[in-house]
């Protein structure tokens, strides 16, 4: 804020939604093809599910990999060899969920005017535009 000058745009991205089931598992995917490219683990994603969870209050998300069965997983980049339960969880985020009004009242209490919203519902994210 305090580098921002009068009539400067602020622009925040701020999703209200669980991510899809797919979209989740796009995500893993990624995150461990490059543990295994730049870590020299071997995690074979086809032995891990995707989950997620909603916070008590509907205000964060928490995603995860859960195995399957009971595994051993080596990380030679970092020597370790690492043993998990089937059931087991690695925590792999946390994520704010905000509704609209959240989001207006955090522009505001940091001295900024919410002027435009642009939103995608199916997506289940918005755009805010706001101003100093």
């Known amino acids: 804020h305090g580098a921002m000058e009068e009539g400067d745009w602020l622009v925040v991205g701020a999703s209200h939604r669980q991510d899809k089931d797919t979209e989740l598992r796009r995500f893993h995917q990624r995150m461990v093809e490059r543990l295994n490219q730049e870590a020299g683990a071997n995690l074979d994603l086809g032995r891990w599910g995707s989950g997620s969870s909603l916070s008590r209050d509907g205000s964060r998300v ?22 998990f339960k089937k059931g087991e969880r690695i925590d792999t985020g946390h994520k704010a969920l905000w509704s609209d009004d959240a989001v207006a009242a955090a522009l505001e209490d940091a001295g900024f005017h919410r002027d435009v919203v642009f939103e995608d519902e199916e997506e289940g994210v918005a755009v805010h535009l706001a101003r100093r």
């Not at 995860?64 to 030679?76: A, G, I, P, T």
Request: proline letters at 0%; charged letters at 25%.
């Open 62 to 83: 928490h995603t995860y990999l859960e195995s399957r069965v009971d595994q051993e997983v080596m990380v030679d980049g970092l020597g370790l060899s690492l043993w």
